[in-house]
């Protein structure tokens, strides 16, 4: 297969693309109703693999991920133990 | 059973509110003003002979047949040209009418073929019947003088004779045979818009000609068929006709392809189907199809078909062909290992936009009771998704906002990333009716598409924006409304929050979005946008028609808030002639939509999270539903990649070619354990499956697709599924042996459980279908006979919702490797990734895809016309042929992905919409540059392909 590996994302890099994306679109919002936007809207559209994943890197300093991403981190529900 | 009939009451209806009362034959009759004497009669019961009249076209008046006399009135009027009067006494037939008609037929019929036996037109022809009504009983005039019907005459070429034009795939012209009534001409030109046939000559030497006397196949005929359909004899005629006979049945039945949902009498002999004839009585087109509804249906009979399940434990085995028992148990073992294995999430499935409403729903309810999870996505994912986010947060629902029958009543149209003269012909050709009667046209599209400039049809204003650039071009249109005071503060008052809207003007009224600065990033002349956005707001009704180029972006949702957005902030909401309304892809997709296909969302839109919606599932269905939501397409192939995603069920559906970023899509499928594909064809998807349950076509089975104006219509079933069961019979099966209990026995109980559990659905039932024809959703105790016009008096969601669209250019941008913008889109004669029209005589017109480019990035490459080229991006490469055309604009390329061997998805890239992961199919960098031939990937993949198609026992691969 004919295709640039080194520009691919892998899954996390993806997850920390589009929650930075999610927050660019609230961007232009008061501060709050910002923070606010983007925890529910990553509640609202993410699997809980994809949530557990994206908790992870922001306990590991959530490197790459825009502040009001990190800020929205503290409202984003960890999923139960027992979903997949 | 029997034929559908349908009355041709000789002229269209008029819409007038007045009514003319008058008597015909005695009999006394009332009419709305403005309706022909041919017509009045018709609904008074009697038929006034007639042959260049018809109620599909205008009336012409020239066969001279439909003559009837008129009290008070000298001479003999055409009935078909002559408007009703009050108090009118018309007398259909007298002597002197019975001459004159006698006269008129004799001769036509001296100057035709009397081969009425052996011609295809026997039982169906007009001029037959109407030789019948007049009684005609000889032909005083023989066949020696001048005549068309012959090759030779008196020994010697008949130079009036003119041969049997077969080119088109689908039906013939057998000039002999025409009477030059001029019905066709007029079908072409009124119904369809787009004047291919002409009459050339004059009085006996008058001849029906496509183009410049071209043959059909080259001319500008798009084979929609309103002119086969038009016609009173046999002169244009259904090959398919020519060769079975006439149809001794029909069904009304629903078109299968795309999302105007058109209806058509199926007519058949026995399980045959003889042909598909679009049904007046239709409400989504009123009548008209285009080539793919109307002619497109071979695939159903293609030898390509897949008949038996079959499965195989590696992708690198050939398939086995198995029992259903087998396939079915085997499946559901695969998938409960799965599970135990690697956690209730690993499996997951994909529901089609192709398939009924009632398949969808079973779909969903399999992964979410049996599956026990929400992993339910669909294909409408990678197209529509913005639209049922960002309507959803304006106005409060998931959908368009009109019925198609509004358009009659727009004053300003405005397509934004839409070609529907191509991917929606029908709703095109009844835009383009109202445009040729007056309206304006605004066109937002990087290309120069056929809704541009095509006969009689011009955009007022073009806005050829670089693709990307869609929320940058919306935001200025609505800055130029707000500066300029463009907008309507009473309705913004009445129906949407006040504060909001003073909140966007704050946002929008900035210089940045002033067109000035837009011109910049967009490369459409402020000038140009501001002539749109003041035609947009100040032109009475104006509706919004959008399509994929508006969705398929990073910001494809917020483009679809600007878009309801300047709708708001003008008032153009809640009546007919305005309108927000989005261009569906295929034909279920607003169906699949509803049914509860997206992992968050369970029937109606309705999040998964709530406790109250999930507790009516729960205690229907006995089990707990998983309140968390499921993965996404893209999301299940990166969770598939990472190992933790093994199994998925995808019925009606081929992801490997119409998803982005094909090497990715399959190195996902590669990692799971258990793909089950469900389809008609080993598609690209099956090269990567384990399990093929074969599906059936829409003519094999009951059920309703929903179209793009949220129309409920019924599918019936005209033949036997040729592979045993319906798609629902095989859910079903595998929820049965997933130990589930269900126990459909008709999809009619399939919708009655969806009305039963989804308020927007509740009144609707296979009952009221019948009645009604058809229903648009919501269709309840508010509205019981459905609800063609949302948002009245209302919105939805309370109060309508302005939402800042700031522009945020994407990612994808192009550079020194990759410095030509691609986008991506269809044509007419092809379907979505082509699986089924590519098994069509529909190929005539597109044996491959190419790739636009502009005649200067052309010539920077030293290509030329046909050359093949290599078409590259980071995320892969393939090679296509060039069409150089200015339609394109320099530094932008275009193609469509209707071919495998193609692959355009091999280009795309995994950039997504920010609120819905819709794929970025519609700007892609690329680079160009010429080639020899298809690359190696291209090569591997083929013989990947064959190989993984090979069946034990076959000698050929199925494809
Ligand atoms: S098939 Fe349609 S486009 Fe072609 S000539 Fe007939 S009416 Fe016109
Ligand atoms: S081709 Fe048919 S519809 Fe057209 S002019 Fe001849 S007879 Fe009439
Ligand atoms: S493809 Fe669309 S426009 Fe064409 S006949 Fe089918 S539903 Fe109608
Ligand atoms: S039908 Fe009226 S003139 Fe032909």
């Known amino acids: ?84 | 059973m029997g034929l559908v009939h349908e009355i041709d009451f000789g002229t269209p209806v008029s819409k007038s509110e007045k009514q003319v009362t008058l008597t015909v034959d005695g009999f006394t009759v009332t009419v709305p003003e403005g309706t022909s004497v041919m017509r009045a009669s018709m609904e008074a019961g009697i038929e006034v002979p007639k042959l260049c009249a018809t109620d599909m076209v205008d009336a012409f008046g020239s066969c001279r047949l439909c003559l009837v006399e008129i009290e008070g009135r000298a001479g003999t009027p055409a009935s078909c040209t002559t408007p009703v009067t009050p108090g009118m006494v018309v007398h259909t037939q007298t002597s002197r009418l019975k001459d004159i008609r006698k006269g008129v037929m004799e001769l036509y019929i001296s100057d035709h073929p009397l081969d009425c036996l052996t011609c295809a037109a026997n039982g169906d022809c007009e001029l037959q019947d109407m030789a019948g009504a007049v009684g005609l009983r000889d032909v005083r005039y023989g066949y020696d003088g001048d005549n068309h019907v012959f090759a030779k005459r008196n020994g010697g070429e008949n130079f009036n004779w003119m041969a049997k034009d077969e080119s088109n795939p689908y039906f013939t012209y057998d000039p002999a045979k025409c009477i030059v009534c001029s019905r066709c001409v007029r079908a072409c030109e009124e119904v369809q818009g787009t004047f291919a046939l002409t009459i050339e000559g004059r009085g006996f030497g008058s001849r029906v000609s496509a183009g410049m006397q071209e043959a059909f196949i080259d001319s500008e005929c798009v084979s929609c068929g309103a002119c086969v359909q038009a016609c009173p004899t046999a002169t244009l005629q259904e090959k398919s006709v020519i060769q079975i006979g006439q149809p001794e049945h029909s069904v009304v039945t629903t078109c299968a392809y795309c999302g105007v949902g058109c209806s058509f009498k199926a007519e058949m002999r026995g399980e045959e189907l003889v042909r598909m004839v679009p049904w007046k009585d239709g409400k989504a087109n009123r009548g008209h199809s285009c080539v793919k509804g109307r002619f497109a249906y071979g695939y159903a009979t293609h030898r390509e078909r897949i008949l038996n399940p079959m499965i195989r434990e590696k992708i690198t085995d050939p398939w086995r062909e198995v029992s259903w028992e087998e396939a079915i148990s085997h499946t559901v073992k695969e998938f409960r290992r799965i599970q135990y294995q690697y956690g209730r999430g690993a499996i997951g499935g994909i529901t089609s936009s192709r398939c009924t409403n009632e398949e969808t729903y079973l779909v969903q309810k399999i992964i979410r009771q049996g599956f026990r999870n929400n992993n339910v996505d669909t294909c409408a994912r990678v197209c529509h998704s913005p639209t049922g986010y960002g309507l959803g947060q304006t106005y409060g629902t998931s959908a368009g906002t009109q019925d198609f029958d509004s358009v009659e009543h727009t004053d300003v149209a405005l397509i934004i990333g839409a070609n529907p003269a191509a991917a929606h012909p029908v709703f095109a050709s009844r835009l383009k009716k109202r445009l040729r009667a007056g309206a304006k046209l605004i066109v937002i599209d990087p290309r120069r598409t056929e809704m541009v400039k095509s006969p009689h049809i011009e955009a007022a204003h073009h806005l050829a924006l670089k693709p990307g650039t869609n929320v940058a071009v919306v935001t200025a249109m609505a800055h130029v409304i707000v500066t300029e005071g463009l907008f309507n503060e009473a309705f913004i008052r009445e129906r949407c929050d006040w504060s909001e809207f003073q909140d966007y003007i704050e946002f929008v009224a900035d210089p940045r979005h002033a067109p000035e600065e837009v011109e910049k990033i967009s490369g459409v002349p402020a000038e140009t946008i501001r002539g749109a956005a003041r035609l947009y707001a100040t032109g009475g009704n104006a509706a919004i028609y959008y399509g994929l180029g508006v969705t398929e972006h990073s910001q494809g949702s917020t483009t679809v808030i600007g878009i309801a957005n300047l709708a708001m902030m003008t008032g153009n909401i809640g009546r007919r002639g305005v309108g927000v309304n989005p261009l569906r892809g295929q034909n279920n997709v607003q169906g699949s939509c509803d049914m509860g296909s997206f992992p968050h969302e369970l029937p109606g839109y309705r999040h998964i999270s709530g406790d109250a919606v999930r507790d009516i599932y729960d205690s229907l269905w006995g089990v707990k539903l998983d309140e968390e939501p499921g993965l996404r397409i893209p999301n299940m192939l990166d969770a598939a990649v990472d190992g933790t995603f093994k199994g998925i069920y995808i019925q009606g559906e081929d992801i490997l070619q119409s998803d982005p970023d094909t090497s990715h899509v399959s190195a996902g499928l590669a990692a799971m354990e258990c793909v089950v594909v469900q389809d008609l064809f080993l598609n690209e998807t099956a090269n990567y499956a384990h399990v093929f349950l074969p599906g059936s076509t829409f003519l094999e089975k009951d059920g309703t697709f929903t179209n793009a104006e949220r129309r409920i219509n019924r599918v019936r079933k005209v033949m036997t599924p040729k592979n045993g069961y319906a798609d629902w019979e095989v859910t079903q099966m595998l929820a049965q042996e997933m130990g589930l209990n269900w126990n459909y026995q008709h999809p009619s109980e399939i919708m009655d459980e969806i009305a039963k559990t989804t308020p927007s659905f509740a009144f609707v039932s296979y009952d009221r279908l019948e009645k009604l024809g058809s229903v648009q959703w919501p269709c309840n105790e508010k509205a019981p006979e459905g609800t063609p016009i949302m948002h009245i008096g209302g919105f939805v969601r309370g109060k309508g919702k302005f939402i800042r669209t700031e522009y945020v250019a994407t990612d994808e941008k192009t550079g020194p490797r990759f410095p030509l913008l691609l986008t991506t889109g269809r044509i007419l004669s092809q379907y979505n990734v082509g699986a089924q029209t590519r098994r069509t005589e529909n190929v005539a017109w597109h044996p491959e895809d190419l790739l636009e480019i502009h005649p200067h990035d052309a010539e920077n490459r030293g290509l030329r016309d046909g050359d093949w080229v290599r078409l590259q991006s980071r995320a892969g490469q393939t090679t296509l042929r060039a069409q150089i055309t200015d339609r394109v604009s320099p530094g932008v390329v275009y193609t469509t992905f209707h071919h495998p061997d193609t692959q355009a998805n091999v280009i795309t890239t995994d950039f997504s919409d920010w609120a819905t992961n819709c794929p970025e199919y519609k700007v892609t960098a690329v680079q160009v540059a010429p080639s020899n031939g298809p690359t190696d990937w291209q090569k591997d993949y083929n013989d990947q392909a064959r190989q993984s198609r090979r069946i034990t026992g076959r000698m050929e691969a199925a494809e």
């Open chain 1, 1 to 84: 297969m004919s295709h640039d590996d080194e520009n691919r994302m892998s899954t996390k890099q993806k997850l920390v693309y589009m929650a930075n994306q999610i927050a660019t679109f609230f961007d232009s919002k008061p501060h709050d109703e910002r923070v606010e936007g983007i925890a529910e809207h990553i509640n609202k559209f993410w699997d809980p693999r994809m949530r557990r994943q994206f908790l992870e890197m922001l306990a590991a300093g959530g490197a790459g991920m825009k502040p009001t991403v990190i800020e929205a981190g503290a409202k984003i529900r960890p999923p139960k133990q027992d979903a997949a």
